[in-house]
């Protein structure tokens, strides 16, 4: 992906005497005279070196760089129409303007999300809204397991984070099955959670399908919304910190030092220990994780969840799928049978048009994990419990956002499990 120039973008502008918004028109003459001027316009060194002034863009770019916005986008695959619409500068731009999920294709020469990513002046008279005039974007989001279109109002900053810091839609959808034939597929096939929907259906987890949230679903759990929650029960969706925008912590005070606050959008948490001291954010945590290792612990025992450990010594959970490729139940006894056990993503990107080549393929072999196959679809209830174990692991805050509804998914969902064995 291109390294995207910010000398650039400071030189053009940084303008010291550049003009400011206009004033009000005055008075028309009458009989030949002259009319009375018209009220000053604003000072453009006044307007817009607030912001744009070298020594703050130079100190805001310096704390842009530390952030995950600059450092964590470098593959080329990003570039993909699923991917582009939150990890590109005109990827986000694209869809922002358009009103859509993902861009219209590939973005090959795609630049790192930016200053005018997120910035976009729509005018210079800041003294009613000063975020609203500068945000790309205000409006409610229609996150992409939104029920009916309706679309969530998260506040007028929050609505620019949660654009994109949300649970993903698809990110492909062709393979190559074992014929070599290119087919298309549909990825997330469980979701959005019918208010219908019945625990103890029966569902198929086939080779090829996910429910993953994308280590982006922050958005969700703050607003308390999108976990699965089982019928009967009761979860409450705000909590003290719900009425405080993104920003109130990831742009809190900065402290170049610990290279923390600011527009390096990472928590300086000893602002945040002026309200908290650490005694009650990390015991907060630990709380939560020991729910989330526990309700681990109980889909590993019903074979819906594989446990393993890394040589580091890292647990880690997974799905187990019950079905293949191409619906076929998997056995729990050794068999010759060829399934479709794997669909392998090997995208590449073309030398001559830049464009990503879904490469997908359906491998055929025997089943070596029958002994951890569980030898029947799934209930509902339980894909629910493993989506709430995936929502929690994967939204990196550890609960943080909304401990009250985190621990109502973990607790609930361990609870249906130990109640419908």
């Keep these: 992906m291109k390294h995207f120039s910010f000398t650039i973008i400071l030189a053009g502008l940084v303008l010291v005497a550049c003009e400011g918004p206009m004033g009000p028109a005055g008075v028309a003459g009458t009989n030949g005279n002259n009319g009375t001027d018209g009220a000053a316009g604003k000072d453009a060194n006044n307007v817009c070196l607030g912001c744009h002034a070298s020594t703050n863009m130079a100190a805001k770019d310096v704390e842009y760089r530390q952030s995950k916005h600059f450092t964590g986008v470098t593959s080329l695959s990003r570039n993909t129409k699923y991917c582009a619409r939150c990890h590109t500068n005109e990827g986000f731009k694209e869809i922002t303007s358009t009103g859509t999920f993902v861009v219209n294709n590939d973005i090959p020469s795609a630049t790192r999300i930016t200053c005018g990513t997120c910035h976009a002046h729509r005018s210079f008279d800041f003294s009613a809204d000063t975020n609203a005039q500068t945000l790309r974007t205000t409006t409610p989001v229609l996150l992409n397991y ?90 409450t969706r705000t909590w003290q910190h719900s009425a405080n ?101 090997a995208n590449t990107v073309s030398p001559t048009s830049g464009l990503v080549v879904y490469g997908n393929t359906v491998t055929m072999a025997t089943d070596a994990s029958y002994a951890t196959r569980m030898g029947r679809p799934w209930k509902y209830g339980e894909l629910g419990a493993a989506y709430n174990y995936g929502y929690i692991n994967s939204e990196l805050s550890m609960g943080v956002h909304n401990p009250v509804y985190a621990m109502q998914l973990l607790q609930k969902s361990i609870d249906w499990l130990k109640a419908n064995p």
């Design 146 to 235: 939104t029920i009916n279109l309706v679309a969530t109002d998260f506040g007028k900053i929050n609505n620019l984070c949660n654009t994109c810091h949300q649970i993903r839609g698809v990110t492909s959808e062709k393979y190559t099955d074992s014929l070599g034939v290119v087919r298309s597929f549909s990825q997330l096939p469980f979701f959005p959670f019918s208010p219908t929907k019945n625990d103890l259906a029966t569902v198929n987890y086939q080779v090829g399908q996910s429910f993953s949230v994308h280590d982006g679903n922050q958005s969700n759990l703050f607003k308390g919304i999108n976990g699965y929650e089982y019928t009967g029960q009761t979860y």
């Design 245 to 345: 925008t993104c920003t109130t912590c990831h742009m809190n005070k900065v402290d170049p030092v610990r290279k923390v606050g600011g527009h390096s959008l990472i928590v300086n948490t000893l602002a945040c220990e002026q309200c908290h001291d650490t005694e009650k954010i990390a015991p907060t945590q630990a709380k939560i994780d020991a729910k989330r290792i526990e309700l681990g612990e109980l889909l590993t025992a019903r074979k819906v969840f594989r446990k393993s450990t890394s040589t580091a010594g890292v647990v880690s959970y997974s799905a187990v799928n019950t079905h293949d490729f191409y619906g076929r139940l998997f056995p729990t006894t050794a068999s010759t049978t060829l399934f479709g056990t794997a669909l392998v993503a």
